[in-house]
């Protein structure tokens, strides 16, 4: 089991920048599939951006509208997971999660608590 805890949330005007962390515990980090989701209001949670246990490009997925924006990244020795948010617009305002999962294993079952981030135009 691992337990995941962001931070790294605020205020930036549209057109900003932000990094968001999410830390591990409980577990060897090296075992999971990282991934930070986002909820805004009156929406479902949808996938950001996802990394494998080695970062290379092929190990790494985005939504469409984060491409080039957006760069996820681990330091498997600080069992770490960033997510590197730049060009930020206003529709990018949500709570946003970070998430684990056993490599080969389907679904995201360990969940940070989440953190505000808000692009004002």
Do not use: H
């Not at 998430?99 to 940070?112: E, P």
């Amino acid at each position: 089991q691992v337990q995941l805890v962001e931070s790294g949330g605020g205020l930036v005007q549209a057109g900003g920048s932000l990094r968001l962390s999410c830390t591990a515990s409980g577990s060897l980090f090296i075992q999971y599939d990282l991934a930070w989701f986002r909820q805004a209001p009156g929406n479902q949670r949808e996938l950001v951006a996802a990394v494998q246990p080695i970062v290379r490009a092929s190990t790494t997925d985005y939504a469409d509208s984060v491409k080039g924006r957006f760069t996820i990244s681990r330091d498997n020795t600080r069992n770490t997971v960033y997510l590197q948010m730049n060009s930020l617009k206003p529709e990018d305002t949500a709570v946003y999660f970070c998430a684990a999962k056993t490599v080969g294993t389907r679904s995201y079952v360990y969940w940070g608590q989440g953190t505000q981030v808000t692009v004002s135009s």
